[in-house]
């Protein structure tokens, strides 16, 4: 059974928002309704109304829930906007009002919060997508899991989410108590992804508040319990979610996944670039799909190109933490959904992970990716 969007927005007309019905204050995102009768929605607030109005938040989703054919609702508040930016009717016609001319004061910067339980977390980054950053997040994660460490992974790419592939799973997490849901668990690591939360060809045609709503909504309201490690999987690129993300996120460092070739490594920087502002350390850089060995011949190619990644972490002065071969069974095993980590254990590719993980697990846990590099004076 479809639901319509004005199915949705009859049932919003029963929730009131300060005398006005939800439905008609102006303040609803799009509404996204999946052919499996799950139904995303976000509402625009203020900073300081976060607390005031998660009761109607919560009476917004019980409202859509009685609906016939609804199996899930995901309805969330979005404040990242300035102050002003909720106008009334006569400054929307183009009458503007005091609050919403500039104010000349500095943006507000999201301030970093722990997650309960987990004890590190480290961004998997790219400035660009298709330089394999996911894939090397599943097995970064499952590595550090083949090392004896409690690992979780957020799939943060809301656009393209990869880990319900990668790691074979499916199905929708299961509800827990109030908000938290409980992660699905892929090989021994916690995974959590939106993903999991609609259709596999659904379009998150969303803007970036409501984005950022639902990483954090992923971050906070998932039981992640005791870890070690928290991988995440950031979204290519260097906007708004990536900014807010690394400035929201306490996170002990990134690592920097990059092709050999100088149009990726041209990104990476600008990677490095963005992470280094925010005053998160960069724990190394990785070179994915490094040279490529014929399977027939056993002849080494440089399709890519080779040894533009170390090249470019030596000019950066950050560590480089090794090279990944473009390999058929990598790519084969990506979409069977039985990482590399688990279906060859001992092979090449696993080894090649291990030693990454090594390598970034002793940065963070000694915490030497977060002292300032050595000054050097000359008297």
Not at 166 to 187: A, N, Q, T
Not at 243 to 264: E, H, K, M, R
Not at 311 to 326: K, Q, S
Request: charged content about 20%; glycine content about 10%.
């Amino acid at each position: 059974m479809t639901i319509s969007r004005d199915e949705v927005l009859a049932a919003l007309a029963t929730v009131d928002l300060a005398g006005t019905p939800l439905a008609g204050s102006g303040r609803l995102s799009e509404i996204a309704v999946d052919s499996a009768g799950r139904i995303s929605l976000a509402i625009a607030i203020e900073p300081s109304e976060a607390a005031a109005l998660e009761s109607v938040r919560a009476a917004a989703e019980a409202a859509i829930r009685v609906l016939p054919g609804v199996t899930g609702v995901f309805v969330s508040l979005t404040a990242d906007r300035p102050r002003g930016a909720l106008q009334a009717p006569a400054a929307r016609a183009g009458v503007q009002s005091e609050d919403a001319r500039p104010s000349g004061r500095t943006p507000r910067v999201p301030v970093p919060q722990a997650i309960p339980g987990v004890a590190q977390i480290v961004a998997v980054a790219s400035g660009k997508g298709g330089v394999g950053k996911s894939t090397l997040a599943c097995n970064l994660a499952l590595a550090f899991q083949a090392n004896g460490l409690r690992v979780g992974l957020l799939d943060a790419d809301i656009y393209g989410p990869s880990a319900p592939k990668l790691f074979g799973l499916s199905g929708k997490p299961r509800l827990i108590s109030g908000r938290i849901i409980e992660p699905l668990d892929g090989f021994g690591v916690k995974v959590m992804s939106i993903g999991f939360l609609v259709e596999e060809d659904s379009a998150m045609i969303w803007r970036g508040p409501m984005v950022m709503s639902a990483i954090t909504q992923m971050l906070r309201e998932v039981a992640w319990g005791d870890l070690d490690i928290l991988v995440v999987d950031m979204p290519p690129g260097t906007g708004d979610a990536q900014l807010t993300l690394a400035q929201a996120t306490p996170l002990a460092g990134a690592v920097i996944v990059s092709t050999p070739q100088d149009l990726a490594l041209i990104d990476a920087r600008r990677g490095v670039a963005m992470f280094r502002k925010v005053a998160v350390p960069i724990l190394g850089i990785v070179e994915n799909m490094a040279t490529f060995v014929c399977p027939n011949c056993g002849s080494v190619s440089p399709i890519f190109g080779h040894g533009g990644a170390r090249h470019e972490a030596e000019r950066l002065g950050v560590p480089f933490l090794g090279e990944i071969p473009l390999d058929m069974a990598l790519r084969e095993s990506s979409d069977a959904g039985r990482p590399l980590m688990v279906d060859q254990p001992t092979g090449p590719h696993a080894t090649a992970f291990r030693a990454i993980a090594d390598a970034v697990w002793r940065r963070v846990a000694s915490g030497e990716a977060a002292r300032p590099a050595p000054r050097i004076v000359i008297a």
